[in-house]
């Protein structure tokens, strides 16, 4: 939450996107009602990756380790 924040006072026209394996949990509706746009999708799966990565001006890279 604190970086959306953060994007969302210093740029308040951004659009902000994410890519979740988890695309339905509560995390991620939490993000939705901030306004992030939720795609589907896992760093193994190279489609997910061309439409999350379609059109973005910017990344913002947040993972876990391989496992956890």
Do not use: C, M
Not at 7 to 13: A, G
Not at 29 to 42: F, N, Q, T
Request: aromatic fraction near 6%; hydrophobic fraction near 40%; charge should be positive.
């Amino acid at each position: 939450g604190a970086t959306i924040d953060f994007l969302r006072t210093r740029h308040p026209d951004i659009r902000l996107r994410t890519l979740s394996r988890r695309a339905q949990d509560v995390a991620t509706e939490r993000l939705r009602s901030l306004g992030v746009e939720v795609l589907a999708g896992d760093y193994g799966d190279t489609a997910s990756l061309k439409r999350a990565l379609t059109g973005i001006d910017g990344l913002f890279l947040n993972t876990t380790f391989i496992g956890s």
